[in-house]
């Protein structure tokens, strides 16, 4: 696909892996079984069930590592969430959410060889994933392995997804640009819906336009909102940033293990999209 030919084969595999991991967050399974574990909610579920591998920490947590959202919605979730249920009420939650959805897309496919063959690679992938200076993939990390294959493909995906994710916002901060920032600039790319993303993230439309007022005096957007030279530049630099600390993964695996896993998980993940993340 030329789509493909034109990104590194590490952001390749991101974008193919990510539904893999990301249908949890929008699959009606999951605020279901949250609810019956106590934390009702979208929000609250999705911050409950995301941060719950810290176990209970501060909201102040969850905020520095989901870096994007705004802290008032963080604020409305935790710790309050942990006033009604336990990380391990939610993390059993969440697993038996993931395998219900799987069931119900995938249908066959969960028992199928293929997906034990893409399980043992992705969770090979995850090996050569290090700890250090990421928080939220270090606490994901120490979870213990389901067993099934099709879950154990989740966990790996959601591991390579955190790591990723972890080494994304040591480059926004290292590019300047805070969680508010980060996430005007990311609609700004053209990767989301501008609008899409202000309302999931918690913004209001001053908070928002306030944003874009101080990286226009920045020199990073034009009047009209869209990226300067220096802007688009510099959100570039964060890109290719991120892909090189996210690489260690898939030069373990190599271009051709990797090419493999990507060809057996792409079919489940346009599943996924379809049918969840519509």
């Known amino acids: 696909m030329a789509e493909e030919a034109d990104m590194p084969l590490v952001r390749w595999a991101h974008r ?16 279901e079984r949250y609810a019956a574990a106590g934390v009702t909610g979208r929000m609250r579920g999705y911050f409950a069930s995301r941060s719950a591998a810290f176990g209970i920490v501060p909201a102040e947590v969850v905020i520095a590592t989901v870096y994007n959202f705004a802290p008032s919605r963080v604020h409305h979730a935790i710790p309050s969430a ?46 050569a994933a290090d700890v250090t200076g990421r928080a939220l993939y270090a606490a994901h990390a120490a979870l213990p392995w389901p067993d099934p294959p099709h879950l154990q493909l989740w966990h790996a995906c959601t591991l390579l997804r955190e790591h990723r994710g972890d080494g994304h916002i040591a480059a926004l901060v290292a590019a300047g640009l805070n969680g508010a920032e980060a996430a005007v600039t990311h609609a700004v790319s053209g990767a989301v ?23 226009r005096e920045r020199g990073l957007l034009n009047d009209d909102g869209s990226f300067t030279a220096e802007g688009r530049k510099l959100r570039d630099w964060v890109e290719h940033t991120t892909d ?26 346009r599943a996924l999209s379809e049918q969840v993340l519509r």
């Open 193 to 215: 819906p501008e609008e899409v993303l202000r309302t999931t993230r918690g913004y209001t439309e001053e908070e928002w336009q306030a944003v874009k007022d101080r990286l």
């Open 16 to 31: 193919v892996l990510e539904p893999v991991h990301g249908f949890i967050y929008f699959a009606p399974e999951a605020p």
């Open 82 to 127: 942990w006033e009604a249920t336990t990380p391990e009420r939610i993390l059993a939650a969440r697993l038996d959410a993931v395998d219900a959805t799987l069931r119900r897309v995938l249908g066959d496919e969960v028992e199928s060889s293929d997906m034990t063959a893409a399980a043992k690679l992705a969770r090979g992938a995850t090996d």
């Open 244 to 269: 090189e600390a996210a690489s260690a993964p898939y030069q373990h695996l190599g271009t051709n293990t990797t090419e493999r896993l990507i060809s057996l998980v792409r079919p489940w993940a």
